[in-house]
């Protein structure tokens, strides 16, 4: 039955919600932990209702587990945690890369390390989500700034995950998961919903790693009658452990050229008053909205400011930074931890321009004001 467009006061983590069951996730297992509960809490009403499949776990690595499990048999699956619970569950995110299973992980970030300030922003898993599993690994990671932000790149989430057959980790912070805002939700066909490729051929003649033009190879779900082998050991093209190093090198090159054939698709910013600006912000999540009011209020004075929203992390979206780069004097990165993409941004720029940092590790999200008095110090 068709739904028509809806007005909605919603949560962060409750669009999140939405935009799970508008793409079609028919599984979750999750454990609860703050800021992210809420997720967990509507999709333990939403699913059953709708056929799918709800569980809570004993733990995160468990619901991760679980998660993979399901994808493997056909279902769109995601999960939801926090810092602490994130942790947890890298061991099974470098298992989803190697195995190339769709899942998508959403982490509402909390103040840190450990157990921190559980109720208190934080924008301090940026590189745990790059780096937090051992090995080299492809990673897609998207970010969010405001309710309906959280909606469409929950949903776009889903869709990176079954189209590049690889675990995809959509980070918001307390402040984004938690604030409330009036939303229009678009109606539920206008909604994309890319499926993963299925296999074609007859199951004697399926190679479920094979390479293909995209790099991505149709995945079976388990049940229909093609059988393989699933491991979290570098393996050839039938699926089977192997330590020949032209077998090695073709898998795991293959595993970066699918994300980075799709570097166009996957990478995206947000762009404000960056074709004048002398100085640009450079920020994300619930801090991008405080630029955003700081960046307005000086153009109205006459300043040459301008923002960049960063609305994927990784892969890095080098070429808008660079953009900017280019362009302007001063880069002022303002981001809730001590600096895990200034790192990044002084990496991009080398030089070209000066880069500056406004960190933020109290809990507390960095303010309009406090931006707008950085940038009145080089503007």
């Given at each position: 039955?068709s739904q028509?467009p ?11 919600v939405?935009?799970a ?6 599984f979750?297992?999750g454990?609860?932990?703050t800021?992210s509960?809420?997720?967990a809490?509507?999709?333990a009403?939403?699913?059953p209702?709708?056929?799918g ?7 995160e ?9 399901a994808?493997?048999a ?18 099974l ?7 190339e299973i769709?899942?998508v ?14 109720t208190?922003?934080?924008q ?7 780096w ?6 492809p990673?897609?990671?998207?970010t ?9 790149t929950?949903a776009?989430a889903f ?7 690889n675990p995809v ?17 678009p ?9 993963r ?5 007859p199951?004697e003649w399926y ?7 995209t ?6 779900a388990?049940g229909?009658?093609y059988?393989?082998?699933?491991t ?7 699926g089977f452990?192997t330590?020949k190093k032209?077998?090695v090198?073709?898998g ?7 994300i ?19 100085v ?11 630029a955003?009011?700081?960046?307005e ?10 923002l960049?929203e ?12 660079e ?7 001063t ?9 895990q ?5 002084l ?7 000066d880069?500056?940092?406004?960190s933020r590790?109290?809990g507390?999200?960095i303010?309009?004001?406090e931006i707008?008095?950085?940038?009145r110090?080089?503007?």
């Open positions: 039955m028509a809806r007005e909605l006061l919603l949560q962060g983590n409750e669009a999140v939405e935009a069951m508008a793409v079609g996730c028919s979750y297992a454990y609860p932990i800021p509960t809420e997720v809490e509507g999709l009403v939403r699913l209702a709708a056929g499949t709800f569980i809570q776990m004993e733990d690595i468990a619901s991760l587990g679980a998660c993979l499990g994808s493997l056909g279902a769109k699956a995601m999960t939801a945690t926090s810092g602490p619970g994130f942790s947890l569950m890298q061991e995110i470098g298992y989803g890369c190697i195995a769709p899942v992980i959403v982490d509402v970030m909390r103040a840190g390390p450990s157990t921190g300030l559980p208190s922003p934080s301090g898993d940026v590189m745990q989500a790059r937090g599993t051992h090995g080299d690994h990673i897609i990671v998207l969010a700034s405001s309710v309906r932000d959280a909606f469409d929950t776009r869709n990176l995950a079954e189209k590049y057959r980790i959509v980070l918001l912070d307390e402040v984004v998961g938690h604030m409330r805002e009036k939303v229009r939700l109606a539920a066909e206008a909604v994309e919903r890319v499926e490729i299925r296999p074609t051929m199951p190679i479920p790693y094979e390479d293909t033009n790099g991505v190879p149709p995945m079976a388990f229909d009658g059988r393989y082998h699933v979290g050991l570098v393996h050839d093209r039938r452990p330590q032209a077998e090198l073709e795991t090159d293959r595993l970066f050229r699918k980075e054939r799709g570097f166009r698709e996957i990478c995206r910013t947000r762009a404000t008053g960056t074709e004048d600006a002398q640009a912000v450079l920020a994300y999540g619930a801090v991008a909205r405080s955003a009011q700081a960046v209020g000086l153009r109205v004075q006459g300043k040459a400011v301008g960049l960063l609305q994927t992390l990784w892969p890095f979206p080098r070429a808008a930074v953009r900017v780069v280019d362009q302007v004097g880069i002022l990165v303002a981001e809730m931890n001590r600096g993409v200034y790192r990044e941004v990496r991009v720029a080398r030089g070209r321009c880069v500056r940092k406004l590790v109290d507390e999200l303010t309009p004001a707008a008095r950085a940038l110090e080089v503007v």
